[in-house]
């Protein structure tokens, strides 16, 4: 029996990037997977083939992060046609360069409800139809831990606000056997931060392993995290940086 076997999961932002080889990973391991889009609807699409090739239920269902009730009731579908909800991967993010001179009010709002809000209203909503056993993974950054060059404070604040809700969230769910967990992957190869990109050196130069990650590194953690073997594991954060924060 595959380790998944059963299961249900939703992955935020599960078209493309890491998000995309979490819903495949998660799928390989035997959990029929829902995935939310905001704009690639057709890379969402190829993602849940992968997934029903796979012999497994797959759903694409668009949602944009920034409006909260379309990340409740995305919630809901996924858990609807499902049949359940057993993990749910807050994955979708942005990034964005602003040194607090040049940030806006705007750009304040707009990093925190779609990297932060987005993970509160899924994991709020999901947890209704959650069971013993449950597991809520948020992914972070390992900026959120250090911040090693100008213009990214946004975005390290909405991904450090991440381990506060996580271990709260760990805490609220414990005695219900649901764990929370929150994965920072450093950097990693993806239209996001691609590997060629201008900063991508500079990077690498930070790294025990100079090299980027794959977004399957990052996919591992969270299907191992999404397992059988890690239902001790709650309220933690896991950082997969290839040492850069070491
Ligand atoms: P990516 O290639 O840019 O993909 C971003 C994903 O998030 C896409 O699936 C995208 O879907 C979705 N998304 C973005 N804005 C959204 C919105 N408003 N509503 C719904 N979905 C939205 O980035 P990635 O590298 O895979 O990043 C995935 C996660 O890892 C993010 O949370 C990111 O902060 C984090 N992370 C990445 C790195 C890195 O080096 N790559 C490092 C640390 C953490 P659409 O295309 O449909 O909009």
Known sequence: ?????????????GGRGIGASI??????????????????????????????????????????????????SAVEEAADSLGR???????????????????TLEDFDEMVAINTRAAFMASKTAIRHMKDGGRIISIGSNLAERVP??????????????????KGLARDLGPRGITANVVHPGSTDTDMNPANGPTADGQRNLMAIPRYGHPDDIAGLVAWLAG???????????????????
């Open 1 to 13: 029996m595959s380790r998944l076997e059963g299961k249900a999961a939703l992955v935020t932002g």
């Open 23 to 72: 819903a495949k990973r998660l799928a390989a391991d035997g959990a029929d997977v829902a995935v939310t889009y905001s704009r690639s609807a057709e890379k969402a699409a190829a993602v849940v083939t992968d997934i029903e090739a796979r012999g497994r239920k797959g759903l694409a269902i668009g949602a944009d992060n920034a409006d909260a009730a379309a990340v409740a």
């Open 85 to 103: 909800l057993d993990i749910l991967v807050n994955n979708a993010g942005i990034f964005g360069h602003a040194t607090i001179e040049e940030a």
């Open 149 to 166: 060059s100008p213009g990214i404070s946004l975005y390290s604040l909405s991904k450090a606000a991440l381990i506060g809700f996580t």
């Open 228 to 246: 059988p073997e890690a239902r001790f594991v709650t309220g933690a954060a896991w950082t997969i940086d290839g040492g850069a924060n070491a």
